[in-house]
T-cell receptor
Framework: GENVEQHPSTLSVQEGDSAVIKCTYSDSASNYFPWYKQELGKGPQLIIDIRSNVGEKKDQRIAVTLNKTAKHFSLHITETQPEDSAVYFCAARLSGGYQKVTFGTGTKLQVIP | DGGITQSPKYLFRKEGQNVTLSCEQNLNHDAMYWYRQDPGQGLRLIYYSQIVNDFQKGDIAEGYSVSREKKESFPLTVTSAQKNPTAFYLC??????????????FGAGSRLTVL
């Protein structure tokens, strides 16, 4: 099955700086890579996703890049704000029929005002 | 507003007792899921259901049971056979059960503590 590794486990940045979270996946057949944000006491919420036929996707201050050859993808948050503080999960999903989503172990991001 | 409702939010249980966590969705989604969240381990899939009256084991199904008698409901029972049941449990749903990306919508979770 798919295995997703996520780094770092914790990340502290000053407000206004950028934050980068990196993930690697094991199965080259994975074709869908979502990122979820989980605020304290809440369930995760999708913030951005990317498919394997795209190398980069951007939505305002967040962007995701995908390197299929190296089997890694990253989340970039620019101009961080205190409300970006949360736990972020990357995930990967295999192609073909119904396939479950495999999550990384999460990154706790703290934005220091 | 459409969404997923999990109850109870907090639950305490004595060892040896079964407990059932409720999950209800009004999104008209076909698929529903149960995940377990432990510190440093991410989200692990317990059970999933692609359609009413059908469900499949996930990666850590031992000690858990589910039912899917209605499209909008997917309760999870944590049995006494689950050796380490203290955790945060998340229910999720997605639109379809066919190929393509499945965006998951999560509930707010239920925290189970075994005393």
């Amino acid at each position: 099955g798919e295995n997703v590794e996520q780094h770092p486990s914790t990340l502290s940045v000053q407000e206004g700086d950028s934050a980068v979270i990196k993930c690697t996946y094991s199965d080259s057949a994975s074709n869908y890579f979502p990122w979820y944000k989980q605020e304290l006491g809440k369930g995760p919420q999708l913030i951005i996703d990317i498919r394997s036929n795209v190398g980069e996707k951007k939505d305002q201050r967040i962007a995701v890049t995908l390197n299929k050859t190296a089997k890694h993808f990253s989340l970039h948050i620019t101009e961080t704000q205190p409300e970006d503080s949360a736990v972020y999960f990357c995930a990967a999903r295999l192609s073909g029929g119904y396939q479950k989503v495999t999550f990384g172990t999460g990154t706790k991001l703290q934005v220091i005002p | 507003d459409g969404g997923i409702t999990q109850s109870p939010k907090y639950l305490f249980r004595k060892e040896g007792q079964n407990v059932t966590l409720s999950c209800e969705q009004n999104l008209n989604h076909d698929a529903m899921y149960w995940y377990r969240q432990d510190p440093g381990q991410g989200l692990r899939l317990i059970y999933y259901s692609q359609i009413v009256n059908d469900f499949q084991k996930g990666d850590i199904a031992e000690g858990y049971s589910v039912s899917r008698e209605k499209k909008e409901s997917f309760p999870l029972t944590v049995t006494s056979a689950q050796k380490n049941p203290t955790a945060f449990y998340l229910c999720a749903s997605s639109i379809g059960r066919t190929t393509g990306a499945n965006v998951l919508t999560f509930g707010a979770g239920s925290r189970l503590t075994v005393l």
